[in-house]
């Protein structure tokens, strides 16, 4: 089994160095919000969209990600949303006002919604196919711990410092990035073919997406409003995709999806995606408004999964060169589940913490070799401008799903609360105090179980996407399916 080499191995370190820094700073400041409201003396409505403003721009950068790369080269793109990304940091640590501070949170948004999708084509694109396995183990290491780890570090530089640290901390780290972009990321082709990039697509394509990402994300308005929002965006996404299935170079090649390898993976992924990111908003309604305890032992309590997410990446990336998507992203959906299951077996109002541990290590485990795996397998046999455009749609269906999840998951959880418990909402929950909230803790921690089970059962569906794969020989070897490549001249 082939090694990555020395110029392939610090070119993965340089990509998962960007990666992270997008992800964590995606998660980074929730932890700050309470901080931040006092500190602006503004309210929680107002505060969210400093999260809101980064993640809407991210998802507004994603779709052009691609066409970007095919205009200018993904190496120069790259490296230009590293320093955007170190100025827009600066600028949100020496912000001295909340309008300030959402505006340079969006500008960091921007530049982190071209780091993921064009890190993961330039990985895969510098390796044969036979190594991108190896290079998903290290590149793919941030998009699966960085969501857990964001909230810890944050927790960690606001108790030893200023809020002002959560945004500092980047400009030196994406300086370093851009440096070793330099240095260690293989240049552009020269004297390539300068693709116009699709203007029109992305009229389209961009206010659609982030009009359903805001509907889905909202917590404040009408519902019929919200409601409306994303269906105007979906209508968009819409006519975006009649047209680029017949447009010669359009913003995304919405046609991969035609592709059974690419379709079945990315069916998987937001199947997967929606109730895993989703069901993490369970943790902290158990550990902080059930039991009382501080966001520290919800920090705690996600650290196993981190760190299960971290090792069995590593081995399924080995695993996926020799046996396969099918199987090895099967296992992780049924260990995923089983583990899942077991948590709502067990989780009582004093289930011990030490178990609730265990059990997370094991999804995490799961999930290490389903996210990746799944992204990984699903591109192995595009190059070039379907490589990109791959990426960047795998990023959007991730991102989306995982905001379709936490709003459908949070939704669910505080209605079946409020119904069960006759209270108005999770606030009022927590509003009672310990002793109040004692007298319901078996039909609170019912309601997070049935609550879990809804989630579960959408994992099932993943699984069963996959599982209807034909069985064949390892990923990179199988050449039953159709490329999304064939019959198209380089």
């Known amino acids: 089994m082939s090694r990555l080499t020395g110029p392939e191995l610090r070119a993965a370190v340089v990509l998962a160095f960007g990666g992270l820094m997008a992800v964590l700073d995606a998660t980074i400041v929730a932890v700050a919000l309470p901080h931040l409201m006092a500190t602006f003396g503004t309210s929680l409505t107002a505060a969210q969209w400093i999260i809101t403003a980064y993640t809407l721009a991210m998802v507004a950068t994603m779709p052009l990600a691609a066409g970007l790369a095919a205009r200018w080269g993904a190496r120069r793109v790259y490296l230009g949303a590293l320093v955007g990304f170190a100025v827009?940091?600066?600028?949100?640590?020496?912000?001295d006002g909340l309008g300030w501070l959402i505006a340079a949170r969006a500008a960091q948004g921007l530049s982190g919604g071209l780091m993921t999708p064009l890190g993961m084509a330039i990985g895969f694109g510098a390796v044969a196919q036979e190594r991108r396995g190896?290079?998903?183990?290290?590149?793919?290491?941030p998009l699966l711990i960085g969501?857990?780890?964001?909230?810890?570090?944050?927790a960690l530089l606001l108790g030893a410092g200023s809020w002002r640290a959560l945004f500092f901390i980047t400009v030196p780290l994406a300086l370093l990035g851009a440096a070793g972009t330099l240095a260690w990321l293989p240049a552009d082709p020269a004297g390539g073919r300068r693709v116009r990039l699709d203007l029109a697509g992305a009229m389209l394509l961009v206010p659609g997406i982030v009009a359903v990402a805001y509907g889905i994300s909202a917590q404040d308005g009408p519902s019929w409003a919200r409601i409306a929002t994303v269906a105007v965006g979906a209508v968009l996404v819409a006519v975006f995709s009649a047209?680029?299935?017949?447009?010669?170079e359009p913003l995304l090649r919405i046609g991969l999806l035609r592709n059974p390898t690419f379709g079945r993976g990315a069916a998987v992924l937001a199947l997967y995606a929606a109730p895993y990111f989703g069901s993490a908003v369970l943790m902290p309604a158990y550990v902080?408004?059930?039991?009382?305890?501080?966001?520290?032992?919800?920090?705690?309590?996600?650290?196993?999964?981190?760190?299960g997410m971290g090792v069995s990446l590593q081995i399924a990336a080995r695993l996926l060169e020799r046996l396969g998507p099918r199987l090895v992203v099967g296992t992780g959906l049924g260990l995923a589940i089983g583990s899942g299951l077991l948590q709502v077996a067990v989780l009582r109002p004093d289930t011990p913490y030490l178990v609730l541990g265990l059990l997370g290590l094991l999804q995490g485990a799961g999930t290490g070799a389903i996210m990746m795996p799944t992204m990984s397998g699903s591109s192995r046999?595009?190059?070039?401008?379907?490589?990109?455009?791959?990426?960047?749609?795998?990023?959007?269906?991730?991102?989306?799903?995982?905001g379709m999840g936490t709003a459908a998951v949070?939704?669910?959880?505080?209605?079946?609360?409020?119904?069960?418990?006759?209270?108005?909402?999770?606030?009022?929950?927590?509003?009672?105090?310990?002793?109040?909230?004692?007298?319901?803790?078996d039909t609170i921690v019912d309601s997070l179980r049935l609550t879990q089970v809804a989630a579960l059962t959408v994992m099932a569906l993943a699984l069963a996407v996959r599982l209807r794969s034909p069985r064949h020989a390892?990923?990179?070897?199988?050449?039953?399916?159709?490329?999304?490549?064939?019959g198209r001249t380089p």
């Open 88 to 95: 827009a940091s600066a600028l949100a640590g020496a912000a």
């Open 134 to 141: 190896r290079m998903m183990a290290i590149t793919g290491v």
């Open 147 to 154: 969501p857990i780890l964001g909230p810890v570090l944050g």
């Open 243 to 248: 047209r680029a299935l017949t447009h010669q």
């Open 288 to 307: 902080q408004i059930l039991r009382s305890d501080s966001a520290a032992v919800t920090a705690a309590l996600m650290i196993p999964g981190a760190v």
């Open 381 to 402: 046999d595009l190059t070039g401008p379907d490589l990109a455009s791959g990426s960047a749609l795998l990023s959007l269906v991730s991102t989306i799903s995982s």
């Open 410 to 441: 949070s939704a669910l959880f505080t209605f079946l609360a409020a119904v069960m418990t006759g209270g108005g909402s999770l606030a009022a929950l927590d509003a009672l105090g310990a002793a109040a909230r004692a007298a319901d803790a």
């Open 474 to 486: 390892p990923a990179i070897l199988d050449r039953q399916e159709p490329s999304a490549n064939a």
